[in-house]
């Protein structure tokens, strides 16, 4: 990973979907994060389709992305597929919720 493609993920650590004490990124919305030169596109996806949060979540990407020094544009792409499932959730993420995971062995 690059530095500034590691610095997009730093920031956009600092967005937590409100419903969810965990940032988007631990709870496994973030897919990619690809950067050219200035431009960044994170493509992502959210916990539904219904999600109260669908046009405020991307819009916080883009400005935390676009915060980064040496990003002058970010284009933020929300995918269904493939669909979002509490297996995405990292293992810190895991932690902060207090799931071990075996439920998701059954």
């Known amino acids: 990973m690059s530095t500034l493609t590691d610095s997009v993920y730093d920031q ?11 940032n988007i990124v631990d709870l496994g919305l973030i897919y990619d994060v690809a950067v050219d030169g200035s ?10 389709q219904s999600c109260p ?9 883009k400005r935390r992305a676009n915060s980064v020094k040496g990003i ?7 995918v269904w597929t493939p669909a979002w ?8 993420g895991r ?9 998701d062995e059954a």
């Open 12 to 22: 956009l650590r600092q967005v937590f979907d409100p419903e969810i004490p965990v």
């Open 39 to 48: 431009t960044c596109k994170v493509t992502m996806t959210l916990t539904s």
């Open 53 to 61: 949060e669908a046009k405020t979540l991307p819009d916080m990407v």
């Open 72 to 78: 002058d544009s970010t284009d933020v792409e929300v």
């Open 85 to 92: 499932g509490p297996q995405m959730i990292s293992p810190e």
């Open 95 to 103: 932690k902060a919720l207090g799931i071990d995971g075996q439920e």
